[in-house]
């Protein structure tokens, strides 16, 4: 009974959830339209985001955002952002790392998405791993919103791990990315949100929800032949921390 009863609690989070997310954007949907119509107002449309869309999602769940900053990030300095990917929590909590706008890099699947796939096609940056035209186009687009003052962020794993895999393996784009522009990689660990809502359907529960941004790993004495060093570097980061963390919940 008991067994029952969790399960139909776990089902209840997961439709709140998706109630959560598709509610502000109702709500605030000609805003949203017209903030989307234009590139130059993108930061009145990442705001909303932010401050709107993100904080009714992760407090509505009861997943209080905790984030901690070894540096903190500069308004008007454009940054590679790289985290662990483990939950749809973390695009949430990404938004809540940086009050300066930036852009997300993510797979075109999203597109499918009700609703939040409508906004993602014309405010993100899609790319298609499966096609070399589409990775290289990625490039050119980042450029502009660079050049526009923009951050970009990408989850270097390219997807969400097995549930039994701390930290996934990365991939070169994002650090390929950043030397080719010459910006900083800041390195975020999040570290609650496969315990407040993985990817396992009978899973999950409000809860505090941590991530802590590193200190920035600049590239501008870097080449095209260290992406694979800054790519190992920027995952051990935040591989130590994660075991880190990982070994202070055994012992409690």
């Not at 989850?155 to 969400?160: K, L, N, Q, S």
Request: net charge positive; proline share 4%.
């Amino acid at each position: 009974m008991l067994s029952i009863l969790r399960k139909f609690g776990h089902i209840l989070y997961r439709i709140w959830f998706y109630i959560l997310v598709a509610l502000p954007i109702l709500i605030f949907f000609p805003f949203l339209i017209f903030f989307s119509l234009s590139e130059k107002w993108y930061p009145q449309f990442f705001w909303m985001a932010r401050n709107i869309w993100a904080n009714t999602i992760l407090y509505g769940m009861g997943c209080v955002p905790r984030i901690c900053y070894d540096e903190k990030l500069e308004r008007g300095k454009s940054l590679m952002l790289v985290a662990n990917h483990t939950s749809m929590l973390d695009i949430m909590m990404m938004l809540r790392v940086s009050s300066t706008p930036f852009v997300f890099v993510g797979k075109k699947e999203l597109v499918n998405i009700p609703l939040f796939g409508f906004f993602y096609k014309r405010v993100c940056i899609m790319v298609d791993r499966e096609d070399a035209r589409s990775r290289t186009g990625v490039y050119r687009r980042a450029q502009k919103r660079l050049n526009q003052g923009l951050s970009i962020c990408i989850f270097p794993e390219g997807g969400v791990p097995e549930e039994h895999v701390l930290l996934d393996s990365f991939k070169d784009g994002a650090f390929k990315m950043a030397i080719a522009h010459n910006i900083p990689v800041v390195p975020i660990t999040f570290y609650d949100n496969k315990d407040r809502f993985s990817f396992t359907f009978f899973s999950g529960g409000p809860g505090r929800t941590r991530g802590k941004v590193h200190r920035f790993i600049e590239t501008k004495e870097l080449g095209e032949v260290d992406k694979k060093k800054l790519r190992d570097e920027v995952r051990a980061v935040i591989l130590a921390d994660l075991e880190k963390d990982l070994d202070k919940k055994k012992c409690k």
